[in-house]
């Protein structure tokens, strides 16, 4: 069956930086678009990142752009999401998600931003 397992979150300073991965299995990873979302407290999940299957190509939200990355290793089964010059409100849940054929989760990672 379908497997993500998120790792990486953790309590950082603002400006800081942490890298989440999300390991994937039960499925073929390289045809899979595969996404980040979050979730903050009393707010609806937004999309964060996304990277194409065969193209790698990346889209990012507004709020992230410029400070997050979205890459992905094949080889590895492997997606992870690069988080530079973290803000306190980047504190949240992260989900890693999956389109194939169907529309899969991880359980999250908690990113927490604080001084």
């Known amino acids: 069956q379908v497997q993500l397992v998120e790792s990486g979150g953790g309590l950082v300073q603002p400006g800081g930086s942490l890298r989440l991965s999300c390991a994937a299995s039960?499925?073929?990873?390289?045809?899979?678009?595969m996404r980040w979302y979050r979730q903050a407290p009393g707010k609806e999940r937004e999309l964060v990142a996304r990277?194409?299957?065969?193209?790698?190509?990346?889209d990012y939200a507004d709020s992230v752009k410029g400070r997050f990355t979205i890459s992905r290793d094949n080889a590895k089964n492997t997606v992870y999401l690069q988080m530079n010059s973290l803000k306190p409100e980047d504190t949240a849940v992260y989900y890693c998600?999956?389109?194939?054929?169907?529309?899969?989760w991880g359980q999250g990672t908690q990113v927490t931003v604080s001084s």
């Open positions: 998600n999956a389109l194939i054929s169907g529309n899969y």
């Open positions: 039960g499925f073929t990873f390289s045809r899979a678009v």
């Open positions: 990277i194409a299957s065969t193209t790698g190509l990346t």
